[in-house]
DNA sequence: ACCTTACCCGACCGATCGGTCGGTCAGCAA
DNA sequence: TTGCTGACCGACCGATCGGTCGGGTAAGGT
């Protein structure tokens, strides 16, 4: 018990945002999520209009918390290069920072899903807010290219490859631990990933040497 | 339609294969399987025991597919960077190849499915196949490291790049697609990811030069 | 002719799904 | 006290879930 009243409706939030992260929104009953939030399946109903109104409440925090954090680091200060190394840093820490945004949004990216979650989904915008960001992403890299710090990319692939080095990082889970044989949100798990994606980004784009 | 009698048992496999990839295990039920390929749902239980055993079997069968194709790659011939680029080129071959593959394994990974699903999928050992693909592919890199072509670098992390930047790309499906405006399996996005990956890899695992 | 086997189906089972309905209860303003 | 309101719940709804059962049909062996 973290809280002594988060006010019912965060809480139903909150356990909605684990059990959807971890099982997916088919897999999880309403009943459910009333239930880890310690309340009866009308009281959930008396919150949210709907299963798939929920959910995309849910997304909607997740995104918002992504927007807070990867958007400050968008704005265009030094060369490229640092920007990106400092947009890599944004994703990771707030990726880390909640272990279940990861796995929702892959599951949103991917999944797809019940019409009444697409309908749900689409009113929210949430689609559109990711986009936004990743054209942002695209823009500091193209940026780059263009001043001759990166080597020429193809960009959307290198924008796949640091969705995919990110993203499915953190929601890898039980995967992803045994694979390290330790865990994938410690601290320094996290300073290493940073890292390592940072060196491997910074390297792999360097122009070649003129001689 | 392909084959003129595909032995109704594969038929079940092919579209159940289709429709766990696209919506997951939980939202798709025996009767959209047995719809989908032109029985009954009564039949389905004619060929499989259950719905979990179902699941499991194609799983088994998308596990095969990589093993035939990313195996032979493995071999080591010529030094670990040649390795590695033959490895990189089989898994995107063989991903792009079904585009069920990616979802499919992406979902089997990072799934906290139903109890008899795990069930299931652990006594076919699906888990065990893909976790000693991934040892060969991790030795190949420490042989590098230790041979001098790469540099020292975290190697479960590189491996979680390499699976995050195909497995992910793959799996990302009408993502992928509105990011690219373009299709993700045609065989020119094909190459060129190959490509992308591979120069990345290549000049951002280079070893530092020695003045 | 008979039996077996493989394959397939419609009807049905209990359980659970998302969602509704009527109503209880505490707090608060008048 | 009275009346209202937001939060909550148990009971219930039709639909669908995974799965079972008994029976039908065609092929093949003897």
Redo the contacts with the bound molecule.
């Keep these: 018990m973290p809280d002594p009243s988060p006010s019912?409706r965060a809480k139903l939030l909150d356990v909605a945002e684990q059990l959807f992260a971890s099982r997916g929104y088919a897999a999880?009953?309403?009943?459910?999520v009333a239930g880890a939030a310690?309340?009866?399946?009308?009281?959930l109903?008396?919150?949210f209009p709907?299963?798939?109104d929920l959910y995309a409440t849910v997304l909607v925090r997740v995104v918002e918390r992504i927007e807070g954090q990867v958007l400050p680091a968008l704005v265009a200060i030094g060369d490229p290069a640092h920007t990106l190394d400092r947009v890599v840093a944004a994703i990771i820490d707030v990726l880390a920072e909640h272990p279940t945004s990861a796995r929702l949004l892959l599951r949103s990216v991917f999944e797809d899903d019940d019409e009444?979650v697409i309908a749900a989904s689409a009113a929210s915008g949430v689609n559109e807010r990711i986009a936004a960001i990743l054209d942002k992403v695209s823009a500091v890299i193209e940026d780059g290219v263009a001043a001759g710090v990166f080597r020429p990319v193809s960009v959307p692939d290198l924008l796949q490859t640091v969705v995919g080095a990110t993203v499915f990082h953190f929601a890898s889970g039980d995967f992803g631990e045994a694979l390290f044989r330790a865990p994938i949100f410690s601290a320094e798990a996290i300073a290493r990933r940073k890292r390592e994606l940072q060196i491997l980004l910074q390297q792999g784009l360097a122009p070649a040497v003129r001689p």
């Design positions: 019912s999880i009953g309403v009943s459910a310690g309340l009866g399946k009308s009281s109903f008396h919150h709907s299963k798939a009444d």
